[in-house]
Nanobody, 121 residues
């Protein structure tokens, strides 16, 4: 009932910037939280940045000072602004929306299919 689609990934040089977008559509009754995760080959998926419906945010220590999470409520879109990218940031980035699709249903996590970010010279 809810679809999540990421976009904006690509190849950038170290020190460069990239902005990821994630749009949610479908039956969204209430929004609990939004978040960005990433997973590199052979590694576990990790939280990069999260935001609650009230606007509170948290970032992984490895990206503090470099990444920013924001949202556009009118467009049901969450963004991840990535600055001063490092090779260690290379991963597939996934977007997650935690929403209720109906007053009769509890909150549920909806994931996008991921977008590749590669940082290399």
């Amino acid at each position: 009932q809810v679809q999540v689609v990421e976009s904006g990934g690509g190849l950038v040089q170290p020190g460069g910037s990239l902005t990821l977008s994630c749009a949610a559509s479908g039956n969204i009754f209430t929004i609990n939280a939004m978040g960005w995760y990433r997973q590199a080959p052979g590694k576990q998926r990790e939280l990069v940045a999260g935001m609650t419906s009230g606007g509170s945010t948290n970032l992984a220590d490895s990206v503090k000072g470099r990444f920013t999470i924001s949202r556009d409520n009118a467009k049901n879109t969450v963004y991840l602004q990535m600055n001063n990218l490092e090779p260690e940031d290379t991963a597939v980035y996934y977007c997650k929306w935690t929403v209720r699709s109906s007053i009769l249903r509890p909150a549920y996590e909806y994931w996008g299919r991921g977008t590749q970010v590669t940082v290399s010279s």
